[in-house]
Nanobody, 120 residues
Framework: QVQLVESGGGLVQPGGSLRLSCAAS????????MNWVRQAPGKGLEWVLG???????YYADSVKGRVTISRDNAKNTLYLQMNSLKPEDTAVYYC??????????????WGQGTQVTVSS
């Protein structure tokens, strides 16, 4: 059974840093794109960044230069390193597995989400 389990969220002051982790199981982790998606209070889902199975990375303009996505395929783990955090980064952060279907951008498995709160 495909599962994604997140950890690392919490409360941090503006300008601080956090690293989120997503432990994956039930599929060949290295073969799939992985993504981080967030939902701020009262807002819809926002794609933040993604990484291919081979390590190519893509970022939303809102976080470019402040965050880094990475993966450790040997440990089946996805990471999100967040630096210079801003109050507008406050959201529930989800890791999501790409479906792997050619020509279709969709996610077939989601983590439970972890709360990140940036406040003084």
């Amino acid at each position: 059974q495909v599962q994604l389990v997140e950890s690392g969220g919490g409360l941090v002051q503006p300008g601080g840093s956090l690293r989120l982790s997503c432990a994956a199981s039930g599929f060949t982790f290295s073969s799939y794109w992985m993504n981080w998606v967030r939902q701020a209070p009262g807002k819809g889902l926002e794609w933040v960044l993604g990484i291919s199975g081979g390590g190519a990375t893509y970022y939303a303009d809102s976080v470019k230069g402040r965050v880094t996505i990475s993966r450790d395929n040997a440990k089946n783990t996805l990471y999100l390193q967040m630096n210079s955090l801003k109050p507008e980064d406050t959201a529930v952060y989800y890791c999501a597995k790409d479906s792997g279907v050619t020509g279709v951008s969709s996610y077939d498995t989601w983590g439970q989400g972890t709360q990140v709160t940036v406040s003084s």
